[in-house]
């Protein structure tokens, strides 16, 4: 059976009438509102089959919508190919993943993605990189927060993801297109943790460092990413 339908939803109701039965659809919408009414993010795709609870998703996108400016995308994760499982909210892939926000763009290999967490997990491959440097490992765990509050209980909107931990064969290099001097070049770890809300990189672990040629070694490192404003004139 093939449809042309602008929701998800409508396949999700009809899927325990349709448990045996193959339905392919285009052009597919489904909308996440929270408490007060409000849409916050939608799971669209270009193309989608559905078969029980699972539905097999070509051009698949998950957006996050802006607090203050309704139709503005503020986080974008985008699949070649994924299976959303309308049951559990999951979406999952063994191919290509990349998650877009203002500030960086993050992308790896294979992936599940848990609604109810916001967390995804990258399984291969990993990639973080921003105008300022561009981080590589070997798995990675995203967490998305559009809306939340900081520390101090202030509201943040979602302009970036809230926290990103690389794990394996780390490794971070300052670009040419870096806009502030850096302590090192380039930085091999463990592990990094990426903080959205004070936009810094910590290396918890032992880190080997390079500096014009120069290796040195510490135990504790920080990338703070935040660019001074320029002073007015």
Known sequence: MHLRTPALLLLACLGAQLVAAEIAAEGIMLPFFDAT?????ALRAERGTLRGPLQTLTGAELVYFSA????RIVQRVQADTATWDTA???LTS??????????????????????????????????LENTELKLTSDRAVIELAPDRADRAGRGVRGSDVKRCEAQGNLVVTVLPT???????????????IYDGETQTIELPQPTRTLKRGSEGRIGHFKFDLRVPAAPQK
């Open 88 to 90: 559990n909210e999951t």
């Open 37 to 41: 009414g409000r849409r916050t993010h």
């Open 178 to 192: 870096a806009r502030k001097e850096y302590p090192c070049d380039q930085a091999f770890s463990a592990i990094a």
């Open 68 to 71: 203050d400016e309704p139709n």
């Open 94 to 127: 063994d191919g290509h993943v990349t998650v877009t926000t203002d500030f960086n763009r993050l992308s790896g290999e294979g992936f599940d993605f848990s609604m109810a967490t916001s967390l995804i997990r990258i399984h291969r491959a990993f990639t």
